[in-house]
């Protein structure tokens, strides 16, 4: 059968074009865009939980919660991409090349997990965001289960796992000066109740 045809190279600026004329987000990465599926009922309510706690938490702060729309550009590989939640504290950068459309400076960024996108959140894409000085934080929340695990940058340069936090459990974003409790995280208004 042979190999699939490889995906034809498209320059970031083709790609930007592409992304102003569908309407639609898609990630750039060394030539190649991929699309970006939508979210489930469960991920854009966690999303939008973890927002809504966030944003409360940062009032008075000199840093704001950004939604998915916005685009973080890794500046030292390249990469645009659309994480679920980002945070930015003090001066919001922004990409040249992206036409200012593209932050580059995030503090805290957040993702959360799917079955298609776990192995990459975790691997190849955090590979990714570690190469941006200014993050301190890395926020993985599973969508399957009440869970949250804080990667965070310590004084000799190195990410560590620094929580994981389950129901009725904390965990908090030092950088920003944030808890996120597990069970507001969760929460579902609309769910069955307990019987």
């Not at 970031?12 to 030539?31: M, P, R």
């Not at 301190?136 to 804080?150: A, F």
């Not at 965070?152 to 965990?171: F, H, M, P, Q, Y």
Request: aromatic share 8%; net charge negative; charged share 25%.
């Amino acid at each position: 059968m042979g190999e699939p045809p490889a995906k034809p190279y498209v320059s970031y600026a083709e790609y930007l074009e592409l992304e102003a004329k569908s309407g639609a987000k898609h990630e750039w990465l060394d030539g190649t865009v991929y699309d970006m599926a939508g979210a489930s009922p469960d991920h854009a309510r966690i999303t939008v939980n973890l927002a809504g706690i966030i944003r409360a938490q940062l009032a008075g702060k000199r840093c704001a919660a950004f939604s998915a729309d916005l685009k973080i550009r890794v500046l030292a590989t390249g990469l645009g991409t659309y994480p679920d939640l980002s945070v930015i504290c003090g001066q919001l950068e922004r990409d040249s090349e992206s036409r200012g459309q593209a932050a580059t400076n995030p503090t805290v960024l957040v993702e959360v997990l799917s079955d298609s996108t776990e192995a990459y959140d975790r691997g190849e894409k955090f590979a990714h965001y570690r190469r941006i000085p200014s993050l301190r934080e890395y926020v993985l929340v599973s969508q399957s289960s009440p869970l949250i695990e804080v990667f965070r940058k310590n004084d000799a340069g190195l990410w560590v796992l620094v929580a994981e936090a389950g129901v009725g459990e904390t965990a908090t974003l030092e950088s920003i000066g944030c808890a996120l409790s597990v069970d507001a995280v969760y929460e579902d208004p609309l769910a069955e109740p307990a019987i």
